[in-house]
């Protein structure tokens, strides 16, 4: 998945935290609704402007970030 062509980073929006497609809707608030129960297509029912593609490239991008964290702190 290529999650730069749909998760941005602004520094006038949302404080500078990734969001998805220019919305107001960061990578955050979607890992926090999956993190706490809530299904794929819950989320885009109380979100109609997302994807299921948003989603997973939410959760790319949160797998690169870890990825990059890990690859900076082991030697």
Not at 57 to 68: P, S, T, W
Request: negative net charge.
């Amino acid at each position: 998945m290529n999650y730069q062509d749909r998760i941005s980073i602004e520094p006038g929006k949302r404080g500078g935290k990734p969001c998805i497609r220019g919305l107001r809707i960061t990578v955050y608030d979607v890992l926090e609704y999956l993190a706490s129960g809530m299904s794929e297509q819950e989320i885009i029912d109380d979100f109609p402007d997302l994807t299921q593609e948003d989603i997973r490239a939410c959760l790319a991008f949160a797998a690169d970030r870890e990825r990059k964290l890990v690859s900076a702190i082991d030697p």
